[in-house]
């Protein structure tokens, strides 16, 4: 047979099997209403053409949904079938609308949300699509007992049950999960700056994942879902102008491209406004502004029944968006924890009060500095926006092949982050300083096989490999104005006053550039990720299923640092002679500035050269150290002086130093029956236990292994469809128990110890071991559609989570008074970033009005109550109880051709601060009103 002629068989047979599923009108009307309700909206008092157009509009859903349900479970996959205009008139609108038809993708598989023994919340896309909410974390404050805590793009995290609020390093796995399309997000930075568009659904699983979802995971997952081609033709748009000048494009459009064989779907975004926080030094820079321009492309190919593959390329360009540096300085406290006097000798007060920043007349710490200027602005001269962007392509294969679906998922993802700083002040202090630059790779290979569903047990097994590159460089660079500023006062003093003091200390540091140990300067990390994971149901009778599944990951981690000088700027005659045997070129001295007898003819010549420089001291070739012997001994303190500045400011370096490495094989297990009582109630127990792996890191130059964080994780749930099924509502106690918990803790300094070999031990905070941590509680999750005209979804969880065992944590600013202990204990308090309730609730109106129009309305609040917003757990950073609240209003055509909204983004003004320090607060992002147009093309 030609190709040609087997291509028409294949056709034809499809186009049988499309009418083989084809609904019947009455069927389709009932599928109508079971969708709209898993969808959130609330399907009742619908006109006939109103039916029409959804019916229309909903078979498009279906047909996309039973050829993926095929595809998964190795059944011939069905053509798309062709909307029709629907003949029936639809149910009454007294009756209940059935919500239990939720599904879900969390297990690789379309399944029932009632039916998975797991702790889930979904929301769908078209609810985020409603509210403009398409960043992570607008997308958080849907979700039950998860939560966002907000840094820059690379220190943002995700919390799950109040555990994962904790410093980030480039070494570090996330402690939550993302994964979008079936790629999982190796590193944290991968999902703060980029909109989520054209989504079809996001699920959070709580609890250590692994025996099915990508990498393994310690807390639990994020699973997105974005819309896939179809061969149905459709094109979506929708623009948003909003206050800042924002202004938000968005068009999301596909089709075939050959008929039965090859669609294509294409998702893109243009995302660019204002912040609400002016820099009053650059009055064109604003903070929290928006710059994102992205775009995503499917491509699926049909060749046959038993064959499908997809391949998706997206793209994020290099953009820049203001951060950092959005903060309200206040003024610190005068007095300790232990009621010590606080001599704020390195503190802006000091500092600014200096006649070096005084000259500024137009500038005070008081007027300028202090609680935004009183205009909530900021005053700076080097500060920079964050630029970041990424490209990400994969490809999914699937083969049906007997009773059994082979796929495979091939995807590369990179990252690119920058970060220059300002220390909060118009002087020239640190100059393209004080921030990452980071190069992020990933590339990754999952094959899957998974059996048909439906008789005693059903199983997905497979393979995943990841392997990470990352380069990190902390970059720091001083200005003219450093050396005045980073001076103490008894330093300061001696430099003012002679002009050759000035330029000695301005020399200190100015343009002193450096790959800056902070913790290290530049990393060269590779991580390795190979595992094998399996997991089975087993149906043992009709109301009982045992789900176990298992995971062996082995791990290779690595590490290569260095922390050096990248230029030496005006002042290499000032260098130390060496840092920790890395050589810089400089004389020996001692605090007066006397020569030591150490020094070389060439260290001599040097010290000449500062002589000559700053004194104007001539210098005689023959007689190498003259010329500085001959500085007075006011002079040769200061040059002391200057060359102290220097050298604090330059603090560890080290050359290329090789961390140990982690290697490690890793279980992750999931042991979870269910029981359905009746068919609207099911019960669940589960015991669920995963691994994050060790991390390889450097400690001023000293390797330091952090040991693998380990979660058992255990979860009673009931989940039930109540009231005719009008209402779902999901229940489940927990109790997760971390041994090992990464985050900042205080430990050894190798370095200083060994510098100092004084028989004292030195500390310092980098990231390690909690010995234990804990979070017990109870969550709800619910949707209830018995009120017409209105569906409501709604989460709430108490979740009590606390270090159980923490003997060596940091200490909080207000605790480093002199004589403090190196640590403190912070067993049994509450962990930073955990409320102890939580809740969040969204209610969707739709009416049909003015004929073919729609009415409709949509508000979503998050509640948290009160937490701790530093890692430290300091006094001074307790964010109160909070709630904020999204609107919109709008009206539209039954057929969705058009349609306008009011949105409004924190409706009712919340103020309360992101982040609280002892000195300074993150102020939060002010109500925002904009109005959004969508339609059809």
């Given amino acids: 047979m030609s190709h040609k002629n087997t291509h028409r068989a294949v056709r034809q047979t499809r186009t049988h099997e499309a009418r083989q599923f084809r609904l019947s009108p009455f069927a389709a009307a009932v599928a109508t209403v079971a969708l709209l309700a898993a969808g959130g909206v609330q399907a009742q008092e619908k006109s006939a053409a109103e039916l029409q157009a959804?019916?229309?509009?909903?078979?498009?859903?279906?047909?996309?949904?039973?050829?993926?349900?095929?595809?998964?479970?190795?059944?011939?996959?069905?053509?798309?079938t062709q909307a029709e205009p629907a003949t029936a008139t639809a149910a009454a609108p007294e009756e209940a609308v059935a919500l239990d038809s939720v599904v879900i993708r969390s297990r690789n598989r379309i399944e029932r949300l009632q039916d998975v023994p797991l702790s889930v919340s979904v929301v769908t896309g078209r609810e985020l699509d409603r509210t403009g909410a398409d960043d992570i974390k607008s997308i958080s404050q849907r979700l039950g007992n998860i939560s966002w805590n907000q840094g820059n793009q690379r220190t943002s995290s995700l919390s799950i049950r109040g555990i994962g609020k904790q410093s980030q390093t480039e070494a570090q796995d996330p402690s939550v999960g993302v994964i979008v399309d079936g790629v999982n997000y190796a590193y944290n930075a991968l999902t703060s700056s980029f909109n989520y568009h054209d989504i079809e659904a996001v699920e959070v699983t709580r609890g250590p994942q692994g025996t099915l979802l990508g990498k393994n995971t310690s807390l639990g997952v994020i699973n997105i879902t974005t819309r896939k081609p179809s061969f149905t033709p459709s094109a979506d748009y929708s623009l948003t102008l909003g206050q800042n000048d924002r202004v938000i494009g968005k068009l999301a459009a596909g089709g075939p491209i050959v008929d039965d064989l090859l669609a294509w779907r294409g998702a893109f975004v243009v995302d660019r406004g204002e912040g609400d926080i002016r820099n009053l030094d650059n009055r064109d820079q604003s903070y929290q502004n928006i710059d994102r321009v992205s775009g995503r492309v499917q491509f699926l190919l049909t060749p046959s029944a038993d064959f499908n593959a997809r391949l998706a390329l997206e793209l994020q360009p290099r953009a820049g968006e203001y951060t950092n540096g959005r903060t309200i300085n206040t003024p610190t406290p005068t007095r300790y924890s232990n009621g010590s006097t606080n001599a704020l000798g390195t503190d802006a007060s000091t500092r600014l009060g200096r006649s070096w920043f005084t000259q500024q007349g137009n500038y005070s710490y008081a007027r300028d500095y202090l609680y935004g200027g009183g205009r909530n602005s900021v005053n700076v001269d080097t500060a920079r926006p964050l630029v970041t962007?990424?490209?990400?392509?994969?490809?999914?294969?699937?083969?049906?092949?007997?009773?059994?679906?082979?796929?495979?998922?091939?995807?590369?993802?990179?990252?690119?982050?920058?970060?220059?700083?300002?220390?909060?002040?118009?002087?020239?202090?640190?100059?393209?300083?004080?921030?990452?630059?980071?190069d992020y790779s990933q590339r990754s290979q999952e094959?899957?096989?998974?059996?048909?569903?439906?008789?005693?047990?059903?199983y997905q097994a497979g393979l995943y490999v990841i392997n990470v590159s990352n380069s990190s460089e902390y970059q720091r660079e001083w200005g003219n104005d450093a050396g005045a500023w980073f001076a103490s006062t008894a330093q300061y003093n001696r430099l003012n006053t002679s002009s050759a003091g000035q330029l000695l200390m301005q020399n200190s540091l100015d343009r002193l550039s450096m790959a800056y140990n902070s913790p290290t300067g530049l990393q060269s990390i590779k991580n390795k990720s190979s595992a094998l994971f399996a997991q089975a149901n087993w149906h043992l009778s009709e109301p009982l299923t045992l789900t176990t599944g298992i995971r062996l990951t082995r791990e290779d981690r690595s590490n290569v640092g260095s922390s050096f000088v990248r230029d030496y700027g005006n002042g290499t005659e000032l260098n130390p002679v060496a840092v920790n045997g890395v050589q810089l070129g400089g004389f020996a001295s001692n605090s007066s500035g006397v020569l030591g007898a150490s020094n070389s003819a060439a260290q001599l010549s040097v010290a000449d050269k500062v002589a000559n420089k700053y004194f104007g001291v001539a210098i005689n070739p023959n007689n190498p150290g003259a010329a500085y012997a001959s500085l007075t001994a006011d002079q040769k303190r200061q040059v002391a002086d200057a060359k102290a500045i220097r050298a604090s400011q330059m603090g560890v370096l080290f050359n290329q130093t090789k961390a140990e490495s982690f290697r490690d094989t890793q279980p992750a297990f999931v042991v979870s029956p269910s029981y359905k009582f009746n068919p609207n109630q099911t019960g669940y127990i589960s015991w669920q236990y995963g691994e994050k792996a060790g991390i390889s890191q450097l400690t001023n130059g000293y390797s330091n292994l952090v040991k693998a964080e380990k979660t058992n994780s255990f979860e009673v749930g009931l989940k039930s469809a109540l009231l005719d099924k009008t209402l779902i509502l999901n229940s489940a106690l927990y109790l997760t128990k971390i041994r090992d918990y990464q985050q900042s803790v205080r430990v050894l300094d190798q370095y200083t110890t060994n510098l100092n070999a004084d028989g004292t031990n030195y500390y310092t905070a980098a990231t390690g071991n909690v010995p234990k941590v804990e979070a017990k509680g109870i969550e709800v999750d619910g949707v209830y559609a018995g009120i017409r005209n209105i569906t409501v979804r709604f989460a709430g969880a108490y979740n009590d989570a606390k270090y159980k065992d923490f003997p060596n944590a940091a200490l909080p600013n207000e605790d480093n008074y002199s004589g403090a202990p190196a640590y403190k204990d912070l067993t049994g308090k509450t962990l930073p970033g955990a409320s102890k309730w939580t809740f969040n609730i969204g209610a969707d109106y739709r009416k049909p009005a003015f004929g073919d129009k729609e009415f409709h309305a949509s508000f979503n609040t998050a509640y948290y109550s009160r937490f701790n917003s530093d890692n430290s757990l300091s006094s001074y950073a307790w964010i109160p109880d909070y709630s904020t609240t999204d609107l919109a209003i709008g009206l539209g055509k039954l057929d969705k051709s058009y349609d306008v909204s009011l949105l409004v983004k924190n409706a009712f003004g919340d103020s309360t601060p992101v982040s609280k320090s002892w000195n300074s607060y993150g102020p939060a992002v002010p109500r925002w009103v904009g109005v959004m147009f969508t339609g059809k093309l």
């Fill in 54 to 80: 959804e019916v229309a509009r909903l078979r498009q859903a279906l047909d996309q949904a039973q050829q993926d349900l095929a595809r998964k479970q190795g059944t011939p996959v069905p053509a798309a």
């Fill in 389 to 438: 962007g990424s490209r990400g392509a994969s490809l999914e294969l699937n083969w049906n092949v007997g009773n059994h679906t082979l796929t495979s998922i091939t995807a590369y993802k990179d990252y690119h982050f920058n970060a220059v700083n300002d220390e909060g002040t118009p002087f020239d202090i640190q100059r393209n300083s004080g921030g990452f630059w980071n």
């Fill in 447 to 458: 094959l899957r096989l998974s059996s048909k569903t439906g008789g005693f047990v059903d």
